[in-house]
T-cell receptor
Framework: ETGVTQSPTHLIKTRGQQVTLRCSSQSGHNTVSWYQQALGQGPQFIFQ???????GRGNFPPRFSGLQFPNYSSELNVNALELDDSALYLC????????????FGPGTRLTVL | DQQVKQNSPSLSVQEGRISILNCDYT??????FLWYKKYPAEGPTFLIS?????DKNEDGRFTVFLNKSAKHLSLHIVPSQPGDSAVYFCAASVGGGDYKLSFGAGTTVTVRA
């Protein structure tokens, strides 16, 4: 069984640029959630996708957007990057049938200069 | 607004002794609680969960206690082992573990030999 994978591992961008982060969910999982973890803090919920539709959003501006594909993999897009967007971005997948915990990937470390 | 709080940033415990991690929450709608463990350069790993209809859940060395009236939960690790050294996050959700998770800031546990 393949776990949650994310790419790239690390990324450096400059302020104002755009970035796309990718996530492959665990086999059999149809729900993907994205979290932002700033240094010294717990993960903060960005949004969740279930069967290719956004299914809940946290307190993040519209320049944070996402997609989920038919194979349940997902992308997180961030436009007009700001210095405060520097963080670890975590993807988590789960199965609604299981009504259970989310399984996290290793994350993408984004640095905005 | 931080709805889940872990007020102890760090905990040091001797190998073989009990580790007790605490977590408080403010949102009375939370009905599912989880503990995750995180090693450096890895994503959070699910440890144990508890539904609001229970006050205790046990899994091997890990036990979670829930006090709904106090809006407080705790994680007990007995006996503590060196491999338990990690950051522990408390998380809560409404409707189940596969929905939006609200995390605490984490507690860093160091198990001394």
């Amino acid at each position: 069984e393949t776990g949650v994978t994310q790419s790239p591992t690390h990324l450096i961008k400059t302020r104002g640029q755009q970035v796309t982060l990718r996530c492959s969910s665990q086999s059999g999982h149809n729900t993907v959630s994205w979290y932002q973890q700033a240094l010294g803090q717990g993960p903060q919920f960005i949004f969740q996708y279930y069967r290719e539709e956004e299914n809940g959003r946290g307190n993040f501006p519209p320049r944070f957007s996402g997609l989920q594909f038919p194979n349940y993999s997902s992308e997180l897009n961030v436009n007009a990057l700001e210095l405060d967007d520097s963080a670890l971005y975590l993807c988590a997948s789960s199965s609604r049938r299981a009504y259970n915990e989310q399984f996290f990937g290793p994350g993408t470390r984004l640095t905005v200069l | 607004d931080q709805q889940v709080k872990q007020n102890s940033p760090s905990l040091s415990v001797q190998e073989g002794r009990i580790s007790i991690l605490n977590c408080d929450y403010t949102n009375s709608m939370f009905d599912y609680f989880l503990w995750y463990k995180k090693y450096p350069a890895e994503g959070p790993t699910f440890l144990i969960s508890i539904s609001s209809i229970k006050d205790k859940n046990e899994d091997g060395r890990f036990t979670v206690f829930l006090n709904k009236s106090a809006k407080h939960l705790s994680l007990h690790i007995v006996p503590s082992q060196p491999g338990d050294s990690a950051v522990y996050f408390c998380a809560a959700s409404v409707g189940g573990g596969d929905y939006k998770l609200s995390f605490g800031a984490g507690t860093t546990v160091t198990v001394r030999a």
